[in-house]
């Protein structure tokens, strides 16, 4: 935990359920920030989230992370949520 109130979730995965997994994140709510990093730790994407970006400025990332998903095997998305 960074902060007090934050908790960082992490998750390993191939790259093909890379966007199915972001979206299940985000509709769980309660995420601040998601980032992408490869296998090496570098990172990809870093997407801040705020309460009113879940709507139509979120679809710009999601088609950035289907075409990272295509280009990555396995990838670590870090999930840094607020505690409730």
Same mark, same amino acid.
Request: charged share 25%; proline share 2%.
């Given at each position: 935990? =960074? &902060? @007090? #109130?934050?908790?960082?979730?992490?998750?390993? !995965?191939?790259?093909? +359920? /890379?966007? $199915?997994?972001?979206?299940?994140?985000?509709?769980?709510?309660?995420?601040?920030?998601?980032?992408?990093? =490869? &296998? @090496? #730790?570098?990172?990809?994407?870093?997407?801040? !989230?705020?309460?009113? +970006? /879940?709507? $139509?400025?979120?679809?710009?990332?999601?088609?950035?992370?289907?075409?990272?998903?295509?280009?990555?095997?396995?990838?670590?998305?870090?999930?840094?949520?607020?505690?409730?």
């Amino acid at each position: 935990m =960074t &902060e @007090e #109130g934050i908790r960082i979730e992490e998750f390993q !995965l191939n790259g093909d +359920v /890379l966007v $199915a997994k972001v979206k299940e994140v985000v509709h769980g709510g309660q995420v601040r920030r998601i980032v992408i990093k =490869t &296998e @090496e #730790g570098k990172t990809l994407i870093d997407i801040p !989230l705020t309460m009113g +970006v /879940l709507g $139509a400025l979120l679809l710009p990332q999601l088609a950035a992370l289907g075409t990272i998903a295509a280009m990555v095997g396995r990838c670590t998305l870090l999930v840094e949520r607020e505690e409730e």
